[in-house]
């Protein structure tokens, strides 16, 4: 209705604007005759010539170019297929590197079509998250990778102290933790266990950069991948030493199209990282 009202106000003629809309005259005036039905004013005055618009129809005119232009942009963003699909991602924080969203960087331009959306968090969650459909592709950290896995890469762990603050440590030792639910703490009394020592929590951290940043400020002791302490500041703690290592593994349920070849892709980041260390 709004489309044959500006045809007749822009050519000043019914017969014109059902030649510019391809329609029947009699179509024409009937789309105006329920539009003014609608708004209960006449638009335009039918014995001029040309046919011009009313006062009201002079009012509508500016609000109906408008409504057309929002049409035609609403109709060529649902036409572009940008950002229609959705690749579900998680993994642990400290492995979002620059290597990692430059993959992420890359898969967006070759696939318009795919949006990312990427969470991060700790492995447990994030494989839950997984194994209940809710996420695409997800890389967590575990003592051992289960026989779906897609890829698994070592990653050295040892103990760590503050290299400033580095010194004969108190009974009960002072640790410095994730939250709790995370994997490395867990392992951390496990150890701290056998050794039969006694400990207590100086420090929770709820990700990899403030537990790092609480160790290397002398809070306490703490389990750490060996590669993520490279420039902190911090030294092995000789009397525990090294840790058994963990297993980062990537799992995916698709075995083509984009979601595989982003999983391939990140697959050959993580070798770089741990093989390369």
């Known amino acids: 209705m709004l489309r044959s009202f500006t045809a ?28 003014e039905e609608s708004v209960g004013q006449q638009l335009v005055q039918r014995n001029a010539r040309p046919v011009l618009a009313t006062a009201a129809g002079e009012r509508l005119i500016g609000y109906a170019r408008r409504i057309l232009l929002l049409e035609q942009e609403a ?11 959705s690749l ?6 400290d492995l979002v590197t620059d290597e990692m969203t430059s993959v992420f960087r890359t898969s967006t331009r070759m696939h318009r079509n795919v949006r990312l959306d990427i969470t991060t968090g700790l492995s447990r969650a994030l494989a839950e ?3 209940g459909g809710e996420l695409d592709i997800v890389v967590v950290k575990e003592s051992n990778a289960s026989a779906d896995c897609r890829a698994s890469f070592p990653e ?18 002072p640790l410095v933790t994730f939250a709790p639910g995370g994997l490395y703490r867990e392992a951390m ?9 006694r400990w207590y929590i100086a420090f ?25 302490t490279k420039g902190r500041g911090l030294q092995v703690y000789q009397p525990f030493g090294s840790a058994p290592p963990m297993v980062v593994s990537l799992y ?16 050959t980041v993580l070798e770089n990282r741990f093989y390369a260390s």
Not at 10 to 27: E, P
Not at 204 to 217: C, E, K, M, R, Y
Not at 254 to 264: F, R
Request: charged share 20%; no cysteine.
């Open 8 to 35: 007749i106000i822009d050519t000043g003629s019914f017969t014109a604007a059902a030649d510019r809309l391809h329609m029947t005259q009699s179509t024409i005036s009937q789309q105006l005759a329920r539009l």
């Open 75 to 85: 109709q060529a963003v649902l036409g572009d297929p940008v950002g229609a699909q």
């Open 88 to 93: 579900r991602i998680g993994l642990p924080e």
């Open 129 to 131: 998250r997984y194994r």
């Open 156 to 173: 050295t762990m040892a103990w760590f102290e503050s290299q400033e603050n580095a010194g004969k440590w108190t009974d009960p030792l």
């Open 189 to 197: 009394f496990d150890r701290i266990e056998r050794e039969r020592r």
């Open 204 to 228: 929770s951290g709820s990700s990899l950069p403030s537990v790092l940043a609480g160790v290397q400020a002398g809070l306490g002791l703490s389990m750490l991948p060996v590669i993520a």
């Open 252 to 267: 995916t349920w698709e075995k083509t199209g984009p979601t595989a070849e982003l999983a391939e892709q990140m697959t």
